[in-house]
């Protein structure tokens, strides 16, 4: 199982970013999915989730409710987080994994930092 995240970079506060994570080997479609980020010297937190289905229901961590939109294309095999609005408390390496996360299927995550 590889789990590939893409899309962070370095914006300024007010900024968006799209990521997306690419799954080898199984399909994302049979598993409902997330996105998880850690900040500096923080534990690994829960950021958004969605259900198997391309129409599924979302939900959110409350810290990034109304910004954030979590989707799926499960033709592509692909997980997106588009993030609106950054604010400087968004800087953190993002993964994406199942949800609940399985510990062997993180990958390296992809990086998001927002300056003021």
């Known amino acids: 199982v590889q789990l590939v995240e893409s899309g962070g970079g370095l914006v300024q506060t007010g900024w968006s970013l799209r990521l997306s994570c690419v799954a080898s080997v199984f399909a994302l479609s049979t598993y409902t999915m997330g996105w998880f980020r850690q900040a500096p010297e923080k534990e690994r937190e829960f950021v958004a989730g969605i259900g198997w289905r391309h129409d599924a229901n979302a939900n959110y961590a409350d810290s990034v409710k109304g910004r954030f939109t979590i989707s799926r294309d499960n033709a592509k095999n692909t997980l997106y987080l588009q993030m609106d609005s950054l604010e400087t408390e968004d800087t953190a390496v993002y993964y994406c994994?199942?949800?609940?996360?399985?510990?062997?299927?993180w990958g390296q995550g992809t990086p998001v930092t927002v300056s003021s």
């Open positions: 994994n199942r949800n609940p996360p399985i510990s062997i299927w």
